[in-house]
């Protein structure tokens, strides 16, 4: 299994950690932003197909910022599932 960081823009949480195993997701926890939603992302993309969710959430938008939190970790695992 490896362990990802990504260090989203234009959003308010700050740092988010991963996990990539046979391209599922594991241990997503983001630092900063809104607790309980980003926690309640965390639950639901376990275990999950990185490519699935990536596709699922890209594109979502907070406050007309162009980008969220679910919008940046969709950058995140595209970028980890690149290599």
């Known amino acids: 299994m490896k362990e990802y960081i990504y ?3 234009g959003v308010c949480s700050r ?4 996990s990539l195993d046979n391209g599922r997701i ?20 376990e275990g999950q197909p990185a490519d699935k969710i990536a596709a699922l959430l890209k594109g979502n938008d907070c406050k007309s910022r162009g980008t969220s939190c679910a919008d940046q970790l969709s950058k995140a695992l595209e970028q980890a599932l690149k290599g």
């Open 7 to 9: 260090i989203p823009e």
């Open 15 to 18: 740092k988010m950690t991963f």
């Open 26 to 45: 594991y241990g997503l926890s983001f630092e900063g932003g809104c607790n309980g939603n980003l926690k309640a992302i965390g639950r639901l993309c």
